[in-house]
């Protein structure tokens, strides 16, 4: 296919969900609402979960809303892979995919039902009613979005609160995920019940986060999202001092393949130093959207990003205009002429516990001492607002774990991910 072409794909289940579209087809952009005449909707596809997905059959009269997507033709067969047992179909306003076989004797997973009504709803379509199944798996799963990012923070602060050997993400750090997302590598936001949620990456990494209140179960809704995943993908950030949840997972037939390293500052213990920095150089709060592109070339330059500079600004603005951003922790350190050399985010939570996130510093200021200073700085504002204990995770090499260390930080342990070993 040629380079930079596109094709255009209508959808009309669960695809129209831009999520779940964009883990399958990264490159879909939305084009808009349609409707194809000639057929009706009706959730009679078999699917290998065992349960009915949403088809399309050709009609007398009849019509179907969906939604439309521009996708490069080089996906067309990620398109395809994704849509099992389905035939591809061309209609009047694009490419879509329909069932000729026999009906399914069984109906919808609730879950899945939910999906397509969030999606339709977000468009303002109609769906087809359904008498929906309980998914035998993990009952009660629904999609999730940034209407629901207070519960899954609550869950979190919980848990965070509750201590004990299970790991937590930080609230704030599924605040910046949520809004700071990158689109190369969309996240699937599930949530069951008030107790538990899930976040499944489809995109080539596969991981799984998986959290719950103290003392939920959390195998259920990880069995559920690996199936999501075909059985390929990862659990992520499984505490080593987990035995409980590494014995579920080892009974699996799962095994560690990947470690990050937590560190923690207890802030009532320890004294925070006060940050020392080179002449010209001075540590305050990023100062409005104007600096915003300066900002993200720090960034840019201190991961090594390969996104592309315009599309890097613009989910850096996305974070700064989103509810969960608090300008006064968006820190730098900046030369006298604006440059900036070092950025920190640290978040706050009513459990007492901060975390850092993201840190870092541009390639042409390391070994200044601009990041020490940054994260000492940090440390204090932490400690004024009322913290007990900062938290920060690395998946770096040697030379950032020696860095934590000699700025103070304590190593608490490995957060392992597990996964299913590859074959021989």
């Known amino acids: 296919m040629d380079p930079g072409l596109t094709f255009r794909y209508f959808a009309y289940g669960s695809n129209m969900w831009g999520p779940q579209m964009r883990s399958r087809c990264p490159s879909a952009k939305l084009v808009g609402k349609a409707t194809i005449s000639g057929w009706r909707a009706a959730y009679d596809k078999p699917s290998v979960d065992g349960s009915a997905k949403l088809n399309i059959r050709p009609v007398a009269e009849g019509s179907v809303g969906g939604?439309?997507?521009d996708i490069d033709d080089e996906e067309r067969e990620l398109l395809?892979?994704?849509?099992?047992?389905y035939d591809?179909?061309?209609t009047e306003v694009g490419l879509t995919y329909?069932?000729?076989g026999a009906p399914a004797d069984v109906g919808p997973y609730d879950w899945y039902v939910s999906m397509v009504e969030r999606a339709a709803e977000q468009h303002g379509l109609p769906v087809p009613s359904a008498c929906t199944l309980p998914d035998p798996l993990a009952q009660g799963v629904r999609p999730a979005d940034e209407?629901?990012?207070?519960?899954?923070?609550d869950i979190l602060s919980e848990g965070l609160a509750a201590g004990g050997s299970r790991y937590y993400s930080h609230p704030g750090e599924l605040g910046w995920w949520m809004y700071h997302a990158d689109d190369r590598h969309p996240f699937l936001w599930w949530v069951q019940g008030e107790d538990a949620f899930s976040i499944v990456d489809r995109s080539r990494d596969r991981e799984i986060f998986v959290f719950g209140r103290p003392g939920k179960p959390l195998m259920p809704l990880v069995e559920w999202s690996q199936r999501l995943l075909g059985g390929r993908g990862e659990v992520a950030w499984v505490s080593e001092q987990d035995p409980e949840l590494e014995s579920d997972l080892r009974k699996r037939d799962l095994e560690p393949v990947f470690s990050w390293i937590a560190y923690e500052w207890d802030l009532d213990r320890h004294p925070t130093p006060e940050p020392r920095l080179p002449e010209g150089w001075s540590i305050r709060a990023v100062n409005g959207e104007h600096e915003a592109d300066e900002r993200r070339r720090a960034s840019h330059a201190a991961f090594e990003s390969s996104m592309d500079p315009q599309t890097h600004l613009e989910r850096y603005l996305r974070f700064m205009r989103s509810p969960v951003y608090m300008a006064e922790r968006d820190l730098v350190v900046v030369r006298e002429d604006g440059r900036i050399g070092a950025f920190v985010?640290?978040?706050?939570?009513?459990?007492?516990?901060a975390q850092i996130e993201p840190f870092g510093t541009h390639p042409e200021f390391q070994r200044m001492g601009l990041g020490r200073a940054l994260l000492h700085h940090a440390l204090n504002d932490m400690k004024a607002a009322g913290m007990s204990m900062a938290r920060v995770t690395t998946d770096e090499p040697r030379a950032a774990n020696a860095f934590y260390s000699s700025v103070g930080f304590e190593n608490v342990g490995r957060l392992r991910n597990w996964a299913l070993p590859s074959a021989p």
Do not use: F, K, M, N
């Not at 395809?80 to 047992?85: F, K, R, V």
């Open 80 to 85: 395809d892979l994704a849509e099992p047992l």
């Open 67 to 69: 939604v439309l997507w």
């Open 98 to 100: 329909s069932y000729a």
């Open 88 to 90: 591809p179909v061309d």
């Open 345 to 353: 985010v640290w978040w706050a939570d009513s459990s007492g516990i």
């Open 147 to 153: 209407s629901d990012l207070p519960l899954l923070q």
